[in-house]
Every structure is written in structure tokens, then in C-alpha cells.
């Protein structure tokens, strides 16, 4: 157990969770995790932040690395070129969803989504439209921790307050959350009224001055929610209509973590700008990716950034190996072929009463709580947590969202895997509602 008396500091963990230890994990190997006494956890959440969509301990890419930090550690990302960073953009360019066909690489997803809103911004001065700064993003919203992204983060907590003043020019829409329609509405009846006011809100900011529309394909902040399937046409329409670019985000979603090698396909739309980290090299090394349309690069002269380690030999080269295995195992079609088994576990559990609805996209999915089915009632964060708890004590890491409990395993989850977590969850689940008294 780590406690106060080290030196490091942790993302996001408070001061009293610091005090009553934190577990130091050692190993992993497959879908599991191991702590420093040797206690295996099953990672449900692959990594927590859930990047590991290979799964843990695999040797082909620690070799991967080895060979190109032997061959070329390290060149300058401007006007000179690396081999990993021309092959992987060309990877990419092949199985990113059309048109995207022009690849940059950055260390993280905070920092692919802060050159995903520079490319739109470039794209927009080059034509002489020099006064589009402004960008949409959606209340509940998480686009990372940087300059711009933080301008996008829809997220109510402190992490939006303690880091304002942001950049301007941040502007939020509502979710396409049905189970608690922030309209109080109902789908389909409600029209998609989410997505329409979309319209309003261009017109009263002033459509000269919005750059871009950032959105996740399958929202993170309410617990893995997908929106109906009218959504994202309907803001393709209106931001066609006023010249606005859309930044699809997915940091979470690409590489087979719904079930598509990346979660676009399921949308119905073309995106002009798409953000790709997290499983672009499965968490073993730092990279994240910003790509975008001919139509969006072609007209700029030349990008005003530069990072020093982008474009980096040594992440591509583990992207490169990592693709190569989810390609090779057949992960995306895993993903989905276990990810509706993993559903039909958690709709057993629809049994409860504190179980307010269950989905999912491909292998990610969530159980959202309420303590009243009928008015779909919020559900306690600290009853959540006694939740995760319960399910650690046992041996699976398992993570809450909003008032969801979230799931995201690696992709090479098992049926057997699966079989062994769902009465285990029934069993946390049915102790926190005893001692809740529901
Ligand atoms: C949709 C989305 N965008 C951006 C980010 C930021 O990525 P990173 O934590 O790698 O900086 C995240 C992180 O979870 C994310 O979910």
C-alpha cells in the first residue's frame, strides 16, 4: 500500500483516500492486474482509464519499442520525418472512417484535442474566415485537461472551476442523455430536441464565430451513454449549414472499444477532424493523434505548432505493433460479439431496484442507478463507490461514471470472464442495496 509518506503525487485522488492507502500495482498479464502482495484483480476498466485494449504483458510490443529506440530514439517532428510516423499516419489514414486522411501525432488525448481545434482554426484563417475561435461542445462533455480542451469540458465539478479562466470561446449544448433528458422529454417524441437547438445556440453566438462542434461518439460523462440514432445527422445538417467543422472525439471509442474499429461507423455521419489515444497503442506508451479531411489540410499553409516529442518514432512504432495485434486477434469483432454477451449480463441484473438501465456499445457499458425506478431518481455517488469497493475486495476493478458503474474492458475478454464477474456484481449490488435499506 502506498500512504502520505511517499513522494508522489496522484491524478484526481483526494488527500483522505491517500491516507487509507493506495494499492500499488506491480504486474499485468492478460485481463488481469496484480497488487504488491500478489492479490489478482480482473481489470475490468482496462487500466481504469481504459486504454488496454490488447491487454496487459504483451512482448511483441515491449520488442516493438526496444528495436526503434536502438534504431532511432528520437527525431524533431518539423521539417524532418521518422518511418514509424509515415507508416502509422498511412495505417491510419486506411482504417480511420472517411475522409480522414491526414494524421499528426501528440503525446496524449488532451493534446490530440488541442490540435484538433488548432487544425479547424487554421483551416478557417486560411480561407479568410479569421474570427472563428468559438467552439461547441455539450454539458457533460470530457475532451481532456489542456488549454482548449478544458474549454470543452462539460463537466460541473471542480476540475472545470479550479482551472478557469479558460480559453474563450467555449460553448455548451445539451446531451443527448434520454435516460435523464436535461429537456425532461422523452424519445422519440422529444424530436431530438438536443440536437436541434444546436441551431439556436449558432445563431445567438453569431455563426461567423464558431469554428468547430467537439462531441464523443459514445458519451463518457453520464456512464457510456450512446445517442439515438437521429443525433448525429441532425448536427452534420445544421453545422453544414454554417460552415462549422465537427471534431469527432474518439479518444475512448477507437480501436474496437464499440465493437467498429472506431465508433464514427455508428454514427451516420462523416467527421471533418477525428481524435485518437487511449488504444491507438493500447496505454504501453504515450501517443495520441489528431486526423483530419483533405478539404481541412489542403488549404493550410503551415501548422503554427510544434511539440518536441511529436510525431515520436518510438510511440509509433508500439501504435504500429499494437494495431497489428488487434488486426491479427480479430479484437474489433470480439468487441462486439462479447460486449452483447456482457449486456445480457447486466440486463439479468435489471432485477434490482436500484438498476435503472443497462447499455452498451461493443465493450463498453454501463448499469445506471436510481433509487426510484419510476421517476428515475439520482442514485448517491458514495453508494456507487461502496459499489467499486465491494467488487475490488472481491477482485475486479471496476469504475463509476456519473451515476453509472462503467465497464471497459480489454477487448480480449472471454465468455468465461464475463460468466465469473456478473454474479459477483449481482452479489455487490444486492449488499449495498441491503445496507441502503431499498
Ligand atoms: C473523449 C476524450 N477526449 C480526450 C481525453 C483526454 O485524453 P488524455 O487523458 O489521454 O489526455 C479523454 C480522456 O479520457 C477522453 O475521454
Not at 279 to 306: M, R, W
Request: charged content about 25%.
Amino acid at each position: 500500500m502506498m500512504k502520505d509518506d511517499t513522494h508522489l503525487i496522484l491524478h484526481r485522488t483526494s488527500q483522505t483516500e491517500i491516507r487509507n492507502g493506495i494499492t500499488v500495482i506491480v504486474k499485468g498479464e492478460g485481463i488481469n492486474v496484480f497488487d504488491q502482495d500478489g492479490k489478482k484483480f480482473m481489470d475490468l476498466d482496462s487500466g481504469v482509464t481504459r486504454p488496454v485494449h490488447v491487454g496487459h504483458g504483451r512482448e511483441e510490443i515491449a520488442k516493438a519499442v526496444y528495436d526503434q529506440i536502438c534504431n532511432l530514439a528520437y527525431f524533431t517532428p518539423c521539417q524532418f520525418a521518422n518511418k514509424p510516423a509515415i507508416d502509422l499516419a498511412g495505417i491510419l489514414a486506411e482504417i480511420t472512417p472517411d475522409p480522414i486522411n491526414k494524421i499528426m501525432f501528440e503525446c496524449d488525448g488532451s493534446e490530440a484535442v488541442e490540435s484538433a481545434m488548432k487544425l479547424a482554426k487554421h483551416y478557417h484563417y486560411y480561407q479568410g474566415d479569421k474570427s472563428r475561435f468559438k467552439v461547441i461542445s455539450r454539458k457533460g462533455a470530457y475532451h481532456g485537461v489542456n488549454g482548449m480542451g478544458v474549454r470543452a469540458l462539460g463537466t460541473v465539478m471542480p476540475m472545470r472551476q479550479i482551472m478557469e479562466p479558460v480559453a474563450p470561446g467555449g460553448i455548451f449544448a445539451e446531451s443527448p442523455y434520454c435516460y435523464r433528458c436535461p429537456y425532461g422529454l422523452n424519445y422519440p417524441d422529444c424530436e431530438i430536441k438536443c440536437a436541434r437547438d444546436l441551431e439556436n445556440i449558432i445563431e445567438f453566438e453569431g455563426p461567423d464565430q464558431i469554428s468547430a462542434f467537439i462531441g464523443e461518439p459514445v458519451q463518457q460523462g453520464f456512464g457510456a451513454y450512446h445517442p439515438p440514432k437521429e443525433y448525429w445527422p441532425i448536427v452534420r445538417e445544421i453545422c453544414d449549414k454554417y460552415g462549422i467543422l465537427i471534431i469527432v472525439d474518439e479518444v475512448i471509442c477507437g480501436f474496437g472499444r464499440t465493437g467498429k474499429m472506431f465508433a464514427t461507423e455508428h454514427l451516420n455521419i462523416k467527421p471533418d477532424i477525428l481524435t485518437m489515444a487511449k488504444g491507438l497503442t493500447s496505454g504501453y506508451v504515450p501517443l495520441g493523434a489528431a486526423g483530419c479531411s483533405d478539404k481541412v489540410y489542403e488549404p493550410i499553409e503551415a501548422l503554427a505548432h510544434l511539440h518536441t516529442y511529436g510525431n515520436h518514432p518510438v510511440s509509433c512504432a508500439a501504435g504500429i505493433k499494437n494495431i497489428e495485434i488487434i488486426q491479427r486477434e480479430k479484437l474489433v469483432d470480439n468487441s462486439a460479439e462479447m460486449g452483447n454477451y456482457f449486456l445480457d449480463g447486466l440486463r439479468s441484473l435489471e432485477k434490482h431496484p436500484s438498476v435503472g438501465e443497462t447499455r452498451g456499445t461493443g465493450l463498453w457499458l454501463a448499469v445506471d442507478f436510481t433509487t426510484n425506478k419510476e421517476t428515475r431518481a439520482p442514485f448517491p455517488v458514495s453508494n456507487l463507490m461502496n459499489i467499486v469497493a465491494r467488487a475490488k475486495e472481491k477482485g475486479f476493478i471496476i469504475k463509476c461514471m456519473g451515476m453509472a458503474l462503467e465497464f471497459a474492458p480489454p477487448l480480449i475478454i472471454t465468455k468465461e470472464n464475463i460468466n465469473q464477474f456478473i454474479p459477483v456484481l449481482d452479489e455487490c449490488i444486492r449488499e449495498e442495496e441491503n445496507a441502503m435499506g431499498l
